[in-house]
């Protein structure tokens, strides 16, 4: 088992960085691939960055390619979100995944909810313009 708890949310105004953390513990997490995603009500969760095992890859949503960047640290068994140039559409409810195994297979990137098996509990960020 694996346990992710976000933290660093808040509200921001638009145009504002914030980091967002993801805190692991459990079985190695540096043996998982992570991934952030991120849901506003009434829709459904989607894709927003994962990184590789190693922090070696990573891959980003069109909507955060250039803003947001994805870090791990595995000795401290966390993983990192830092979003930069907040918009209000970035509002949502974020939450941290991790996936036993790897991040892709061929050409596929594991984009998907379903591909993920352990989720946090999600952390608010608000954007106001």
């Known amino acids: 088992q694996v346990q992710l708890v976000e933290s660093g949310g808040g509200f921001m105004q638009a145009g504002d960085s914030l980091r967002l953390s993801c805190a692991a513990s459990?079985?190695?997490?540096?043996?998982?691939?992570m991934a952030w995603f991120r849901q506003v009500p009434g829709k459904e969760r989607e894709f927003v960055a994962l990184?590789?095992?190693?922090?070696?890859?990573?891959y980003y949503a069109d909507s955060v390619q250039g803003r947001f960047t994805i870090s791990r640290d595995n000795a401290k068994n966390t993983v990192y979100l830092q979003m930069s140039r907040l918009k209000p559409e970035d509002t949502a409810v974020y939450y941290c995944?991790?996936?036993?195994?790897?991040?892709?297979?061929?050409?596929?990137?594991?984009?998907?909810?379903?591909?993920?098996?352990?989720w946090g509990q999600g952390t608010q960020v608000t954007v106001s313009s």
């Open positions: 459990g079985r190695t997490v540096s043996t998982y691939s």
């Open positions: 995944a991790a996936r036993l195994g790897t991040h892709l297979s061929g050409s596929y990137y594991y984009t998907a909810v379903h591909d993920y098996d352990y």
């Open positions: 990184i590789s095992w190693s922090g070696g890859s990573t």
